[in-house]
């Protein structure tokens, strides 16, 4: 077994980029420690608990060598945040619409590494993550040559844009390794200026306690004020500085079943979603990435909006 034929059965099971990085001294791993000091992790007191083991997948894996990095397309072909007219619309991220990833590609990702245990010759050591694993994804992901890091930090591949998922292989075996991906920005800064937030505070740099993504999704309690107006009907997390990106004008669409919208948000308004009951919401959020607010969370969310509305009229 060796690296083209995990890509050709990466392939198989429906990941639509593979690509191996080598587990080594990467200088953009040394970024995440500046960023916590500086308090850009906000709530997200998880990613100081485990800022060592984050620091370099050896921490993680001790005889790691090589990490395999997969990327799925998990946009759909209804039209962006920014080109809505309509502004009663709930705008919820669509990497939360249809099926939680971590289980969809979690179990591809567990299909990948035991078809890697029976076909390889030699013994070795592996562990597989998405999204949740102690893993900078994404400098893994530049290194694969997936992608580079853009302005707004995401991983841009310049024929799939940036709607992908990223999920690794952190693994022993001593694989061919990729090229890593060229930064291709260049000029543009159209995602900073576009952030209704500000949150883009240099180019690669991103505050989280000014993001709508962690001020919908990771914040607990009150969203402090200041923010309310520039989340507008934004309920469920953000695609702004996505959706403005060159390099997502003309996107791939999945027609894979997984990321299809649910009917619950696909083109519903704030009212709509605020009339609904718990039950129903919940309901509506089983198995997706959005039972990480619980409904609790969401109901917040719209509130926030409702209150805002009924106070202008
Ligand atoms: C914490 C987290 C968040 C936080 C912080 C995001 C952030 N930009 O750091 C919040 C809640 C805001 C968030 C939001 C979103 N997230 Co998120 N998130 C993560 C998580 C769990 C960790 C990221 C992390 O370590 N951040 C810390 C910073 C330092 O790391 P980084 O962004 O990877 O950093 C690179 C650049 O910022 C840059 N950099 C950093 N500092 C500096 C300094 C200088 C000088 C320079 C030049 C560069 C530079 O280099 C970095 C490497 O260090 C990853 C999964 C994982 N385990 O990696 C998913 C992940 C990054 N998220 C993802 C997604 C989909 C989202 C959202 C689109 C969801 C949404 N629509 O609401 C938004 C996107 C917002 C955005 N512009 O990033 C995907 C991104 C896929 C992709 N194509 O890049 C990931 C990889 C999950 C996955 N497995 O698919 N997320
Ligand atoms: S996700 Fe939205 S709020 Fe967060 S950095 Fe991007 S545009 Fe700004």
């Known amino acids: 077994m060796n690296a083209a034929d995990i890509k050709s059965k990466a392939r198989e099971l429906g990941f639509d980029l593979c690509g191996i990085a080598p587990a080594s001294d990467h200088p953009e791993l040394t970024f995440f420690r500046e960023w916590l000091d500086r308090g850009y992790a906000g709530e997200m007191a998880y990613l100081n ?42 705008h919820i991220a669509r990497y939360a619409w249809g099926d939680d990833y971590h289980d969809v590609i979690g179990g591809r990702m567990e299909q990948l590494l035991a078809w890697m245990k029976q ?9 597989a993550y998405v999204d949740t694993g102690p893993v900078q994804e994404r400098v893994y992901a530049q290194y ?82 200041a923010f309310r107006d520039a989340i507008g009907t934004h309920v469920y997390g953000c695609d702004i500085c996505q959706e403005v990106c060159p390099w997502n004008a003309r996107p791939p669409v999945s027609d894979d079943p997984a990321w299809q919208p649910r009917a619950w948000w696909d083109g519903v308004s704030v009212e709509n ?31 926030y909006r409702r209150i805002s509305d009924s106070s202008k009229q």
Not at 59 to 78: K, L
Not at 119 to 127: G, H, L, Y
Not at 213 to 224: A, F, K
Request: glycine content about 6%; proline content about 5%.
């Open 273 to 303: 979603l605020a009339s609904r009951s718990d039950d129903e919401l919940r309901v509506a959020m089983r198995k997706s990435a959005m039972q990480r607010t619980k409904v609790s969370g969401l109901r917040r969310n719209l509130e």
């Open 144 to 225: 694969a040559g997936i992608g580079w890091i853009g302005k707004n930090t995401c991983v841009i591949h310049p024929e799939k844009g940036s709607w992908m998922f990223l999920a690794e292989i952190i693994c022993s075996l001593d694989l061919e390794c990729d090229r890593p991906a060229l930064d291709q920005c260049g000029t543009c800064t159209l995602c900073i200026e576009a952030c209704p937030t500000q949150a883009i505070v240099a180019p690669g740099v991103l505050d989280s306690t000014r993001c709508i993504s962690h001020l919908t999704i990771e914040h607990r309690g009150d969203v402090p004020g």
């Open 49 to 90: 608990r485990s800022a060592e083991r984050r620091a370099d997948v050896r921490n993680v894996v001790p005889s790691a060598r090589t990490v395999i990095v997969t990327a799925t397309v998990y946009n759909t072909d209804r039209p962006y945040s920014t080109e809505c007219a309509d502004p009663e619309r709930a």
């Open 119 to 127: 076909s390889s010759d030699e013994a070795f050591e592996a562990r």
